[in-house]
């Protein structure tokens, strides 16, 4: 109790009577005596209200350090949550009437008439996330699982691309080969032409009488 030390000192006793109150005390109901340490003692009326002043402007700057003050927004409603406004660390105001939809990992969305935004955790003011029930813990704790997805995703997304690829080319290999089997037979075809010709006009030669 250091502030109760503080206005005792600043109280400089004058006279101090251990046998009980004095007889101008008892008779007058002085408010300039105290009982202090056992006994009344008459004090100083400046000394008594400087102290208490200092003590008053002291416990104003506790609270402050405390961190006691009043939120930066109304809650309109609670199902859903509506917030008056929507406030930054250094209290600038980001949106109006603003109603919580989710989060997701480090995002927390609001929507506002047909407006939809999205905000870094980080970025709003330490007393939204606490009217939320969010903690900077858990919610980098659900950013690693999205991003834990996000890498297996990714994963096998490669790895379904790498086998559409491989099949993309043994169908383009097989295309090729067949086109090829088929230019072989139709070159083939058209080089024993000429000589089916002639064998065949040879045979009708024979046939003349």
Do not use: C
Not at 114 to 129: G, R
Not at 147 to 155: L, M, T, V
Not at 184 to 203: I, M, R, T, V, Y
């Amino acid at each position: 109790m250091a502030w109760l030390e503080f206005v005792l000192a600043a109280q400089e006793p004058e006279s101090t009577h251990e046998a009980g109150i004095p007889e101008d005390l008892r008779l007058t109901g002085s408010p300039a005596w105290s009982f202090i340490n056992g006994g009344f003692t008459r004090v100083s009326y400046m000394k008594t209200t400087v102290a208490a002043f200092i003590l008053f402007v002291s416990t104003l700057g506790v609270m402050g350090q405390s961190g006691v003050s009043e939120p930066p927004f109304t809650l309109l409603s609670t199902n859903p949550m509506v917030f008056s406004r929507i406030v930054s660390t250094n209290n600038t105001v980001l949106m109006t009437n603003a109603e919580f939809r989710s989060a997701f990992g480090r995002k927390i969305i609001f929507k506002s008439d047909l407006q939809l935004e999205s905000f870094d955790f980080a970025k709003l003011h330490p007393a939204i996330l606490e009217a939320l029930k969010l903690t900077p813990d858990n919610i980098k704790a659900e950013q690693a699982k999205l991003d834990e997805k996000n890498r297996a995703w990714n994963a096998q997304s490669a790895d379904e691309a790498q086998k559409a690829a491989g099949a993309q080319a043994q169908y383009v290999q097989q295309t090729q080969d067949a086109q090829a089997k088929a230019a072989a037979l139709a070159k083939e075809q058209a080089d024993k032409a000429p000589a089916d010709q002639a064998a065949s006009k040879g045979k009708r030669s024979r046939r003349k009488p």
